[in-house]
């Protein structure tokens, strides 16, 4: 019983491991400088973007786009700068991440 216990933790903590590591590729990256999860900061709180564009399909990728090439006009006037520091896999894993915030 105590193997089953410890068997279903593990793959608790395995199957969270994802979404820990792509909140510290966030903060890897300085996104929180700007962004927070559930409150705007400079940008739009995390959990409105996935509000925004859930159901879009190709939201993922112009996102992704967006976080390397930065933008403007889409929360306001206030631009999003270029992340040339974000390879094309991160930024992926990063909107991936964004897209999943309830």
């Known amino acids: ?18 979404a820990f590591a792509s909140a510290d590729l966030a903060k890897a990256k300085n996104c929180m400088a700007c962004h927070a999860i559930d409150k705007k900061l400079v940008g739009p709180a995390y959990k409105d973007v996935a509000a925004k564009y859930a159901g879009q399909k190709d939201a993922a990728a112009m996102l992704a786009t967006k976080v390397q090439k930065g933008g403007v ?30």
């Open 1 to 18: 019983m105590k193997a089953l216990v410890a068997v279903a933790i593990a793959a608790g903590v395995l199957s969270a491991a994802p």
């Open 73 to 102: 006009g889409t929360w306001g006037q206030i631009p999003m700068p270029p992340n040339p520091q974000v390879s094309a896999e991160e930024a992926a894993t990063l909107v991936a991440w964004v897209l999943s915030q309830k």
